[in-house]
Antibody, heavy 116, light 106 residues
Framework: EVQLVESGGGLVRPGGSLRLSCAASQFTFSSYEMNWVRQAPGKGLEWISY????????YYADSVKGRFTISRDNAKNSLYLQMNGLRVDDTAVYYC?????????WGQGTVVTVSS | SYELTQPPSVSVSPGQTASITCSGDKLGDKYACWYQQKPGQSPVLVIY???QRPSGIPERFSGSNSGNTATLTISGTQAMDEADYYCQAWDSSFWVFGGGTKLTVL
């Protein structure tokens, strides 16, 4: 089954760091653009980052630029999101999604809670 | 930055047609897609490239995009279609989401 599985979420203090992972299976991961999307409690979807298939091109939403870094390891079929300088308003479910004319495959999400 | 606007809520009776709109400047010049999200679940792509249905999505889901408005239409709406729906388009390579519409089937 084609799937994405996120991990790495948890509770962290403001100013802290977390690294999220997204493991891909049953498709040629290296051929696809990938994105991270988050959803704060009771809120809508927010795109936060994009990476090209080779990993050479990355984009970020203004809300996370300079604090978050997207990366990928095609040999390990994995996508990452390094999150530094976390703030209370970064609290959300974080999803990775494969881009194929839209997000055709999404992971189950991992919860990040930023609280003192 | 590019913005997409959706109505917060839409109500429909079972068996009737539901239409959810998504507005953005010259949206018709871009591709739009639509996601369905039920409580506690990940989003599911129901329409891509304005009007294409992924495999496994029922035929009652259809889409259009022209001018400044994309529309998701659900014909013969069923109780299982009650969910939040999000439109999405591209601003350069950035995904942009609408604020979401809660579809109530009553």
């Amino acid at each position: 089954e084609v799937q994405l599985v996120e991990s790495g979420g948890g509770l962290v203090r403001p100013g802290g760091s977390l690294r999220l992972s997204c493991a891909a299976s049953q498709f040629t991961f290296s051929s696809y653009e990938m994105n991270w999307v988050r959803q704060a409690p009771g809120k809508g979807l927010e795109w936060i980052s994009y990476i090209s298939p080779s990993g050479s091109t990355m984009y970020y939403a203004d809300s996370v630029k300079g604090r978050f870094t997207i990366s990928r390891d095609n040999a390990k079929n994995s996508l990452y999101l390094q999150m530094n300088g976390l703030r209370v308003d970064d609290t959300a479910v974080y999803y990775c999604a494969r881009d194929r004319s839209g997000g055709d495959i999404w992971g189950q999400g991992t919860v990040v809670t930023v609280s003192s | 930055s590019y913005e997409l606007t959706q109505p917060p809520s839409v109500s429909v009776s079972p068996g009737q047609t539901a239409s959810i709109t998504c507005s953005g400047d010259k949206l018709g010049d871009k591709y739009a897609c639509w996601y369905q999200q039920k409580p506690g679940q990940s989003p599911v792509l129901v329409i891509y490239q304005n009007s294409q249905r992924p495999s496994g999505i029922p035929e009652r889901f259809s889409g259009s995009n022209s001018g400044n408005t994309a529309t998701l239409t659900i014909s013969g709406t069923q109780a299982m279609d009650e969910a939040d729906y999000y439109c999405q388009a591209w601003d350069s390579s950035f995904w942009v989401f609408g604020g979401g519409t809660k579809l109530t089937v009553l």
